[in-house]
């Protein structure tokens, strides 16, 4: 886990709990160290956060992007999304090209993420994927089924110009949020037929 500085308390804590195999260090020492990256900063914070990673540590690497931008000025429930025209999963894009950013997760809270058939139970829901990379986006949906995804549920949207769609679909989320509470939920499209 990367963080600001090295030694980072809330880092060090997620290391004792999460095992042996687990470490921690600044964004650069993560980055440099994964084969995979996740960005699950703050969705205004996220292009410095991967700024700090580093350019060449991301190059070539998946990076899958769970962040949301949220915005509290208001108070809550904050206002979502970079905005109609653009997403932060193409900012980041954008700003590392040779990164493969495929955005998925977002619509969904950390626990939910790695552990939906147990939170879950009976019906995951679904979850998308944006990206242009078609490799990477198969890589992260294997990923996906490994957290305990079902293939069915997985929604390949097309490029990262569509993690639009996800991103501003978070406004509803945190709505749903606030009524239901801490209880874990998600969506599910359901199709019918064609009309006559």
């Known amino acids: 886990m990367g963080s600001r ?10 290391v004792g ?6 470490s921690e260090g600044t964004f650069a020492d993560a980055a440099a160290f994964g084969d995979v990256v996740f960005n699950a900063t703050a969705g205004d914070a996220s292009l410095d956060a991967l700024a700090a990673a580093g350019t060449e540590n991301l190059a070539g690497k998946v990076l899958v992007d769970v962040a949301n931008i949220l915005n509290f000025s208001e108070g809550a429930p904050p206002a979502a999304g970079a905005g109609l025209d653009e997403s ?9 090209p040779d990164a493969r950013v495929v955005k998925t997760l977002n619509t969904v809270n950390n626990a939910v993420m790695v552990d939906p058939a147990g939170l879950l139970p009976g019906d995951t829901g679904n979850v998308f994927l944006s990206g242009d990379d078609e490799a990477a986006k198969q890589d992260v949906a294997a990923l996906l089924h490994s957290f305990g995804w079902p293939e069915d549920s997985v929604v390949d949207l097309g490029g990262i110009d569509t993690a639009r769609g996800p991103e501003l679909y978070v406004a509803l989320w945190v709505r749903l949020w606030g009524v239901m509470g801490e209880v874990p939920f998600n969506v599910r499209v359901v199709a019918g037929s064609a009309p006559p």
Do not use: D
């Open 5 to 14: 500085t090295a030694g980072n308390a809330k880092a060090q804590a997620w």
């Open 17 to 22: 709990q999460a095992g042996e195999r687990a």
């Open 88 to 96: 932060l999963g193409e900012r980041i894009q954008t700003a590392f």
